[in-house]
């Protein structure tokens, strides 16, 4: 199956092997290390990406959506923290931005 690897993971094998997975793999691994709980479990959570092709648009797209999963699914306090702000800063530029242009348009109207 075709993966694309956000971090390292070790898998055990049902023969009692390790197989590993590298951070930023992309490519092939057998199908049961896929199969694996491991695996699963971390394609549900979004630290791995599983697309259905291996053409450069799903891919890029396989890779966003699973980047979305990994912030939704981060319960860490310091990652939510990090959002919060980068959030705020988003709101603050929006809102300078539409004052900005709000009084812009007051001058225009006065001329």
Do not use: C, H, W
Request: charged share 40%.
């Amino acid at each position: 199956m075709f993966i694309i690897s956000k971090r390292n993971f070790l898998v055990r094998r049902a023969d009692g092997t390790s197989y590993l997975i590298r951070k930023d793999f992309v490519g092939d691994i057998p199908e049961d290390v896929f199969q694996s709980g491991l695996v699963q479990g971390a394609i549900k959570g979004g630290l791995i990406a599983a697309p259905q092709s291996t053409k450069d648009k799903d891919l890029y797209k396989a890779d966003e959506e699973a980047g979305k999963k990994e912030s939704e699914a981060d319960i860490r306090p310091d990652a939510q923290k990090e959002e919060t702000e980068e959030e705020q800063r988003n709101e603050t530029e929006q809102e300078t931005e539409t004052s900005e242009e709000t009084a812009q348009k007051k001058t225009t109207r006065k001329k």
